[in-house]
């Protein structure tokens, strides 16, 4: 039985999750348009996957938190990644990382507030 720290935890990527799909699935042209922005491959078909994935996640993380743990942290790191890359290329995209909703030019702030988001998916999904 997870503690209560791994339970909150897992709540709170849920919602995070579940928030960030919602966003883009509300505006699907944003999303797709997010997408390209960033120089991602097939963007109208990567503005369907993401959020089903992000939704997926979420579901995963109520239902078997140490699982949904360990695709939180697979799906955070290549985020991270990505985010990097354009940072480190000097690229300041609009983020997009909730849609239409985060509308500010990419920064490190997002590596950080994904840093954070990974350590707590890792304790999550070390249960």
Do not use: Y
């Amino acid at each position: 039985m997870p503690d209560a720290t791994v339970t909150a935890g897992a709540w709170l990527l849920a919602a995070v999750f579940a928030i960030a799909a919602t966003i883009k699935l509300r505006d699907p042209l944003g999303t797709r348009r997010n997408l390209g922005g960033f120089g991602l491959p097939n963007p109208r078909l990567l503005a369907r996957i993401l959020p089903a994935t992000e939704v997926a996640t979420a579901l995963l993380l109520v239902v078997d938190p140490r699982l949904g743990g360990q695709c939180a942290v697979a799906l955070l790191v290549a985020f991270t990644t990505l985010i990097a890359g354009r940072l480190m290329a000097g690229h300041r995209d609009v983020c997009g990382c909730f849609g239409t909703w985060s509308r500010r030019p990419l920064s490190w702030r997002d590596l950080t507030r994904n840093g954070l988001l990974i350590a707590l998916s890792v304790i999550t999904a070390l249960g």
